[in-house]
Every structure is written in structure tokens, then in C-alpha cells.
């Protein structure tokens, strides 16, 4: 009997990597997923605590996908080791804070070490030529499995018709005819081919999981850079950038402010690192003060605060401030009018 080969298959929780490791599956191929956590994934976190995504599954995709296809899955934490990768990327960024061409090297890299470490043949990925504008291009595809190490091992079996044979092909391992040959933006084909395969629900074909691609989330990460004068960050940051909204009055300091009692209950949790605030005479939100706020950046601060609770058209609020060291005192002020509130202080 011919020895059963083993590919270890990147696995993000979307519809591409899902098919791949199926393909490979319906070749006789032992598929293991790994799953590298950057603490920049969207799912599991926003959705979880947001009422305007009540309606997405409360779910880890990458879990769910591998529980699907049966097979298991290793989730790598490579929070530190990533930092690298985002704070200098050799290939620079993509339209935001995106460094996609580079940490698709490193994860890939990340995967050819973990293959050898457990005695696994090849990698493969959900890559689909054309498919993204920075790491998944014609001329971008031999860069990945060049700079990563892991060269003719790397099999893309969705676009494998598409490029040159690997390893697996070349040996036989796998067959060239049973794989595909996708090209471009268009999802429909791999959303057909998972209704062949039998499969009836998957994450947003091209929804992406990563927060480095949104506007919104990389104007928030520069700003804290220029914050604080250094090109740094800590998994709080990370997580913090994810929730509330964020205005900055002054260089100096910010206000994170609750949008709904989940991210208010969220932001609790960080009530002995920062000066945080809230509304005792009306319902409000909650709010953190990032920086060296002084007495008079307070009273902004409380004002902005205000306005986007239920005291926005009273006269006046009483709000309550906490400092880290158990302190607290109440405030009396105007609740700030939406057009005073400058649009340069919102990120």
C-alpha cells in the first residue's frame, strides 16, 4: 500500500481555505488545519459583543470550518512574533495598514516549520490567482513560496491548474485533473463547488477577517502611533482600537466611548488602567480617558461624553469621574451641541 501523504492547510474560516482542505480530503489526503491568531481577526470579538451583529454566528470560522470538514486544528498564538511583520513589512502595505504580501510569507513560513516539526508533506492554501490585489497576484504567488522557505511544497489546489506543478503533483501525491483552475474576484465558482461538496453554509466569500484592511481601524492604529511617538503596541491596544468611539480633542489625549452596553461592558473591564467617566443624572455611555487629560480636558471631555447619551438635549448632566487610584468626583456641565464637536477630533 502507497503511504497516505499528510498536507497541513492553512485555515482562516473562510469559503477558499475551507475548499482546499476538501479537495485534498476527497484525494485521499490527511489534512490537519492551522490557524494563526494576530489578535487583529475581526470575528469573535466585534461580533460577540455588538448588538448590530446579533444576527452573525457567534463563532470562531476557523473552528467551525475545521469541524466541518472533520478534521482538527491547531491555533498558533504569534501576537509578538507578528508585530514584525506589521511594523516593517518588506513589501510595504496594502490600501490601509494591510501588510498582506509579507504576513502571507510569514504564515506560510509559520506552517512549512510546523509541517516539518510533525512530519507533514506539504502546505496548502485557499489562494486564488487575482483574487487579492496585493498577495494574490500571478507574479506575487512564486514570491510566497520563495521567500517563505517552503518553495514546490506550497499547493494552491484551487488555482492549481493555473500555475506551475508542485511538489505533490510531480510525485503523484495528488492529481493536477482533480484540482481547479480559479481566477479572479468572482466567488461563484467556489461557491458552486461548495454546494457540490455538500456544503450549505460558510463565512462571507470575500468578507476578509482581518482589521488591518478597514479604513476606519488603521486611521485609529496610526493615531495611536503618533500618540504616543513610537511604532508600538500591546494586545490591549489591539483590542481596544476594535470598540467604541474614539475622539481626540487634543495630541494629547483621547476619549474611547461606549456605543451600546456591550461595548460598554467591554470597556469596564479596563476601569483601573484608565480615568473613565459616565452620566449619573441620565443614561449614557461609558467612556476612557487615553492620555494626560487635565482638569479643563475633563471638562471637554465630560461635555463630548454627555452628548451621546440621553442627556444630549437637557440643560445640563451630572457626570461621574474615576481615576485608577479609587477617586471619584462629580461634574456638572452643558452637554456639548452635536455641531460644536469638531469632525478633525473623530477617528
Known sequence: MSQQRKAVALIS??????LAAKVMLEQGIHVEGINFFTGFCVEGHTH???KQDKDKPKRNNALWTA???GIKLHIIDIVEEYKDVLLNPKHGYGANMNPCLDCKIFMVHKALEWAEQHGFDFIITGEVVGQRPMSQRKETMPVVARESGAEDRLLRPLSAQNLPATLPEREGWVSRDRMYGFSGRNRKPQ???ARE??????ATPAGGCCFLTDEAYSRKLVDLWQARGKR????DDIMLLKVGRHVRPAPHYKIIIGRED???NFLSGYKKLFVYMHCVSHTGPLALIDGEASEQDLELAARIVARYGKARTAGQATMRIHYPDGHQRELEVVPMPADQID???ML
Open 191 to 193: 461557491m458552486a463547488l
Open 67 to 69: 469541524e466541518q470538514l
Open 262 to 264: 456591550g461595548e460598554n
Open 232 to 235: 508600538e503596541y500591546e494586545m
Open 48 to 50: 460577540a459583543i455588538r
Open 197 to 202: 461538496f455538500g456544503f450549505s453554509d460558510w
Open 343 to 345: 469632525e478633525k477630533w
Open 13 to 18: 474560516g473562510g469559503l477558499d481555505s475551507m
